[in-house]
């Protein structure tokens, strides 16, 4: 079975700061991968998505990811973080025929002002 | 723009009490998807449905039960709760079900089984 490895399970920055949040992913083969942030008592939104093409994509809120596919990686970026981009962000891949996304453990984040 | 719509928001029941939610896929939307977030936990696949026949399943327990029906809503039937199933429930619909079709994701339905 697949697996999303995320590293940071708490990470904690001040505002302006560069954020980086790794992703792993198991599945060898051809995949879809997704970041979704979660804010407090809020639904899952997407942030970006990579199906195929440029490996750096990028999404809302200035966010923007790079797929490595020799590291099986798929780790998202900000430049400069704010505030409100405090949240919980779940890295997720969809693979094969599975119809489910598989989901990492997620990344709490909180920015400092 | 429509986005999915859950039924209930906030659920409470009894231990071995049943539960029904229901979910609203976006209009024009084919598949549905339920998941569950355990307190602190990543979302787990449950279960799927395209043009109202299951699709696919995950770690949905042989309690609960779920289905789509011909206006493409679902509905997930939980039986015999535990305290465990205690989570927030999400719903997620797209168009068609292949890899690259894009989940949207529900506000959730909260259980909280005492």
């Known amino acids: 079975a697949q697996s999303v490895s995320q590293h940071n399970h708490h990470v904690i920055l001040s505002e302006a700061a560069s954020l980086e949040l790794g992703c792993n992913y198991s599945?060898?083969?051809?995949?879809?991968l997704f970041w979704y942030v979660q804010y407090p008592g809020q639904h899952l939104q997407l942030l970006l998505k990579?199906?195929?093409?440029?490996?750096l994509v990028k999404g809302i809120k200035g966010f923007e990811a790079e797929f490595i596919k020799s590291k099986f990686s798929f780790n998202l970026r900000k430049p400069s973080v704010q505030w409100s981009d405090t949240a919980e962000y779940f890295c997720?891949?969809?693979?094969?025929?599975?119809?489910?996304?598989?989901f990492g453990k997620g990344t709490h984040l909180i920015i400092q002002p | 723009a429509a986005g999915v719509i859950q039924s209930p928001r906030h659920l409470i029941k009894e231990k071995r009490e049943t539960a029904t939610l229901k979910c609203y896929p976006i209009?024009?939307?084919?598949?549905v998807y339920w998941y569950q977030q355990g307190p602190g936990q990543d979302p787990q696949f449950l279960i799927s449905?395209?043009?109202?026949?299951?699709?696919d399943k995950g770690s949905i327990p042989d309690r609960f039960s779920a289905q789509q029906f011909s206006d493409y809503h679902s509905e997930l039937n939980m039986s015999s709760l535990e305290l465990g199933d205690s989570a927030l429930y999400f719903c997620?619909?797209?168009?068609?079900?292949?890899?690259?079709?894009?989940?949207?994701f529900g506000p959730g339905t909260r259980l909280t089984v005492l």
């Open positions: 997620a619909s797209s168009l068609g079900r292949g890899r690259s079709n894009e989940q949207f």
């Open positions: 599945y060898g083969g051809t995949v879809n």
């Open positions: 990579y199906f195929s093409g440029d490996p």
């Open positions: 209009p024009r939307h084919d598949t």
């Open positions: 997720a891949v969809k693979s094969g025929g599975a119809d489910g996304l598989t």
């Open positions: 449905f395209y043009e109202k026949m299951q699709s």
